[in-house]
């Protein structure tokens, strides 16, 4: 099976601009986390989808969205976008809605670098 | 409220010597427990995790981790370590609602 893959692997933009990264989970997944990575914050969690529905929130701002489809892709959004959005943003996908148990499944990550 | 700790930012072994990779969390119920390794330029990929039951746990690429609940740790351990080890490990404890990982350990190894 092909693993999880995100697009774009990178991106520059500036600050004020809005910026959508998109995720293709494994196939049979049906659930993708959000993390965004920052050296010495680690991975802080941004929010989980499950059948096109959001089950679960980090803490972060309302700038930070995100949206599933029915064939379990996933997108998420970062609007108004700040100097301290620069991270790496990872997605993760399990078989089955978070249980706290399961194996997650990680793609390689899309590096942003607002400016 | 829940948390990791890893309090190794960085460590430096030698190629060929023992590594152990300290993790205390804090969860107030019986934790779901598991490190990560990720290499540069990819994802985080799984190396073992702990649900219950026997409290030393075997992963993959020879790493172990033992489970203390007097202490609030899982410890990783590797008895050798190779080159192709280097890489940052990241302790994550899961609960009903998210995973909470650690701000992770960079290893290098030193031929």
């Known amino acids: 099976k092909a693993g999880v893959t995100q697009t774009p692997r990178y991106l520059i933009k500036t600050r004020g601009q809005q910026v959508t990264l998109s995720c293709s989970p494994i196939s049979g997944h049906r659930s993708v986390s959000w993390y965004q990575q920052t050296p010495g914050q680690g991975l802080q969690f941004l929010f989980e989808y499950f059948s096109e529905t959001q089950r679960n929130k980090g803490n972060f701002p309302g700038r930070f969205s995100g949206r599933q489809f029915s064939n379990s892709r996933s997108e998420m959004n970062v609007s108004t976008l700040e100097l301290g959005d620069s991270a790496l943003y990872l997605c993760?996908?399990?078989?089955?809605?978070?249980?706290?148990?399961?194996?997650?499944?990680f793609g390689p990550g899309t590096r942003l670098l607002v400016l | 409220a829940q948390s990791v700790t890893q309090p190794d930012i960085h460590i430096t072994v030698s190629e060929g010597a023992s590594l152990e990779l300290r993790c205390n969390y804090s969860y107030g119920a019986t934790p779901y427990l598991f490190w990560y390794v990720q290499s540069p330029g990819q994802g985080l990929q799984l190396l073992l995790k702990?649900?219950?039951?026997?409290?030393l746990v075997q992963g993959i690429k020879g790493f172990e981790a033992e489970f203390k609940r007097s202490q609030s740790s899982f410890n990783l351990r590797k008895p050798s370590v190779h080159w192709s080890d280097a890489a940052e490990y990241f302790c994550?404890?899961?609960?009903?609602?998210?995973?909470?990982f650690g701000t992770g350990t960079s290893l290098t190894v030193i031929p």
């Open positions: 994550a404890v899961g609960t009903g609602n998210q995973f909470y």
């Open positions: 702990y649900f219950s039951g026997d409290t």
């Open positions: 993760a996908s399990t078989p089955t809605v978070h249980s706290g148990r399961e194996t997650q499944y």
